[in-house]
């Protein structure tokens, strides 16, 4: 493949939009998993206040890794936030089942994510190594 001053230049740019393009996508998945986590961590809360009895002692994650111990009351109901800063009151049944829905939907963008990070990461590899192979065939060529 021999490539022109212009073609080069082109292939440049387009290295450096899927470099943005792949840094963008690799936050947006460390934002996701992250976020997944979190849901998942506050379902497993939820599911051990539902098999808790009134006055058992459980442990619910306040966040950085951290617990805290809390006596379970009568009023087991959640407030759960639903986007746009909006909470409402659950059950801890619909609490549960709300954030397993809300687990499958990141589970899902998650790997829609993953499969276009794969995919820029491939065109960014294609065009890495022609721009490479371009510059070897330019240092072989005698200029005249």
């Known amino acids: 493949m021999n490539l022109n001053d212009d073609e080069l230049r082109q292939m440049l740019a387009l290295m450096e939009t899927y470099k943005n393009r792949v840094e963008a996508l690799s936050r947006q998945v460390n934002v996701l998993r992250s976020t997944l986590d979190e849901v998942n961590m506050a379902n497993e809360s939820v599911k051990a206040l539902m098999e808790a009895n009134e006055g058992d002692e459980i442990l619910i994650p306040i966040g950085a890794s951290s617990f805290m111990n809390v006596k ?4 087991k ?3 759960v936030g639903v986007g746009s800063n909006i909470s409402v009151e659950k059950t801890p049944e619909e ?3 709300y ?3 809300n687990a499958a939907e990141l589970t899902e963008a998650l790997k829609k994510t ?3 990070l794969n995919e820029v990461q491939q065109a960014l590899s294609t065009v890495s190594e022609a721009v490479q192979m371009e510059y070897m065939n330019r240092q072989q060529t005698p200029t005249q």
Not at 72 to 75: A, E
């Open 114 to 116: 993953v499969d276009a």
């Open 72 to 75: 379970v009351s009568s009023n």
């Open 77 to 79: 109901n959640i407030i």
């Open 99 to 101: 954030m397993s829905a």
């Open 95 to 97: 609490a549960s089942s």
